[in-house]
């Protein structure tokens, strides 16, 4: 492609090949012209150290070892090695740093000894220094960092973290909260939220994030969008949602957690280690009391063969009921027994409080410790 204009070479020691000639211009001089120029047929050479500029600008050199720094002020400080600096003002300050790419206007600005990073995007890593090994992908992601081993990848991910290390985001406003919180995972639109001193957390779902109390929780996981942390080492699946295992319709009357087997013989729950102060080793099991603790419900044998059933938890332990050699059981909680719903009046001096009923053959009344009967039933 042949173009007819004046050239002006402000350039020192350049040389160019027009129309099959060589013309080298004066080293410390200028040199105009006023012929046609056949890029495409030539070449245009300019010194190592010097660069391509256009209205006066620095837009392309390969200063330094194995660089490629191609806009208005890319790499204008560079000494380093192996960088790709590629947009207006990117890496502008690095200095020693080596191995970087920051594509992307001002893009790794202050970027001066921090070495294996890549952002991509407008102001991505903007203000990292000396940090080292950091991917930031999107607009303004990982903007003020200054650690390590950080990956944000999205717009303004992890655009507030500081000085925390080894985290990873995915997503526009992952982590964006963070400051100095380190070994943390955020994954979906703006995971994380509110999080921002806290180390080991998992956050996987939109918007999931912690409670305003709870900024520096540790080891917690959140599953699931808008789901909430507010303790450290806690697992929270879903924002009120019900849990299914082994199916995918969980919502069944009402319950949280749901839990199907694959056949008569295979082991639905298994629990170990169950916390109780009884010594005595037995059959257990399990059942919620009133205010919806999970306890222990306790079947012993004594020396004299009598069973005994007994209610344990972490700080007690009450002998409900306790059986003889004959079979015979006995209440032992001195309250009484109640069998059936809706009775809420239970007046004193009775031991046995039914409703709906008891249906039997025959009924017999004695006074206790007599072998007597009385007179009415």
Known sequence: MKRYYSLLLVILGITFSTFSQTITAPYGQSLTINNPLDIAGGSINIMSDSAYKIGGKPILSIAGIANVLLGDGAGFNNQGSNNIFIGKTAGFLNASGFANTFIGESAGYSNTTGNNNMFLGTAAGLSNAVGYSNTFIGVNAGRRSLANGNAYIGTASGINTITGNNNTGLGTLTGQDNVSGSQNTFVGFNSGSKLMSGDFNTFIGALTGVASSA???????????????????????????????????????????????????????????????????????????????????????????????????????????????????????????????????????????????????????????????????
């Open 215 to 377: 900024s520096n929780i540790t080891n917690a996981t959140a599953i699931g969008a808008n789901t909430e942390l507010a303790i450290s080492n806690s697992i929270v699946l879903g924002n009120n949602a019900s849990v299914g295992i082994g199916t995918n319709d969980p919502v069944t009357n009402g319950a949280k957690l749901v839990v199907v087997g694959a056949g008569n013989n295979a082991n639905v729950l298994q629990l170990r280690n169950i916390p109780t102060r009884n010594t005595v080793n037995g059959l257990r099991q399990l059942f919620a009391d009133e205010a919806g603790n999970l306890v222990t419900f306790q079947i012993t044998t004594t020396a004299n063969s009598a069973s005994e059933v007994k209610l344990s938890t972490n700080s007690v332990t009450n002998t409900l009921w306790t059986s003889n050699e004959s079979g015979f059981l006995k209440n032992n909680n001195n309250r009484g027994v109640v069998i059936g719903e809706g009775i809420n009046s239970l007046p004193e001096g009775y031991n046995l409080y039914v409703s709906e009923g008891i249906l039997t053959e025959q009924v017999k009344v004695a006074l206790k410790n007599t072998e007597d009967w009385a007179d009415h039933v």
